[in-house]
């Protein structure tokens, strides 16, 4: 489970098996208070979430938009 970045108390990272066939780009985020899994494209948009309020999936999308580009990278490095 390669993690990509960390960001107060989170681990946005992806899982070595993203199933078959892989579903498109995304990246999961935990932390004590909860996960979640972010969509990238077309836009970045919540697809799950588990525990975590409102205000902070807004906050932690923010962080997935200001590093789609890097996120995207990692993920076709990896499963290239």
Known sequence: MPVILRYR???FFFYSN???PREPVHIHVRGEGGEAKFWLRPQVRVADSDSLDARTLREL???VEQNVDMIERA?????A
Do not use: C, K, L, T
């Open 61 to 63: 999308a923010s962080v």
């Open 9 to 11: 108390g989170f681990r």
């Open 18 to 20: 993203e199933g078959s």
């Open 75 to 79: 993920w076709n490095e990896y499963f």
